[in-house]
């Protein structure tokens, strides 16, 4: 089942001589249950990607559709209720509130809602992460590692279509970083979770089972390792 499909997509910042095209006619489809990297150079245009499909950015030209809705459909508001609801986004900065617990960060997306969550999916997503004995913990009282574990959690508590990583792991060590990983492993296997990595390390990149290179705003490369 396809959960992605981007067609003809360009994104065009600025007019007349400083005009820069981010992205230059990319065509990309992602099935459900697929764990994809995006690897390119700083400037190579994979993060207006990521935003874009995210409906955090809107294309200049071309289609992005998500889960059968298309986003250039989406007015503002919209795009920050489906964003919310069928897009889970984890930065490499964390993007925790600071004065709410480590439970009450994961399930910011569900209040928003005035939804309850299901207790049996969060605890089974807070044990995955290895955070259950963190949960009335302030951000400020937690590693980088578990900060990432965190903003993993709020991700992925509202069961998104597509969860989009940007540089996870770029504020961690490498030990971090190897956990981060298998945690998104674990999630794409365990919970069927479809991934969308964004990095610009190949050992990062190489845990995916399918490797997209971008430069200069084009795809140059798509390889299914397996």
């Known amino acids: ?36 990297a995006v690897i390119g150079a700083s400037g190579s245009g994979k993060s207006t990607l990521l935003h874009i499909i995210g409906s955090v950015d809107r294309p200049t030209e071309g289609r992005v559709v998500v889960n059968g809705t298309e986003l250039s459909g989406l007015n503002r508001t919209q795009a920050a209720i489906f964003r919310r609801r069928k897009v889970g986004l984890v930065y490499q900065f964390y993007n925790l509130i600071p004065t709410l617990t480590v439970r009450k960060n994961i399930l910011m997306p ?80 365990n919970l069927e979770q479809t991934i969308l990595l964004i990095t610009h390390d190949e050992k990062v990149a190489l845990e995916a089972e399918r490797i997209i290179t971008v430069e200069d705003g084009r795809i140059i490369s798509d390889e299914r390792r397996r």
């Open 1 to 36: 089942m396809e959960i992605l499909k981007c067609e003809g997509v360009r994104k065009v910042y600025g007019s007349g001589g400083s005009q820069v095209v981010a992205l230059d006619g990319i065509d990309l489809a992602v099935n459900k249950g697929e764990f994809v």
């Open 110 to 189: 569900l209040a928003l809602d005035r939804k309850k969550p299901n207790q049996d999916y969060f605890e089974q997503i807070v044990k995955g992460l290895g955070i259950a004995d963190r949960l009335e913990a302030l951000p400020n009282q937690l590693s980088g590692g578990q900060q990432q574990r965190v903003a993993i959690a709020r991700s992925l508590i509202y069961r998104p279509a597509l969860l989009l990583a940007d540089e996870p792991t770029g504020n961690l060590d490498r030990k971090n970083s190897k956990e981060i990983i298998d945690l998104l492993k674990l999630s794409n296997r």
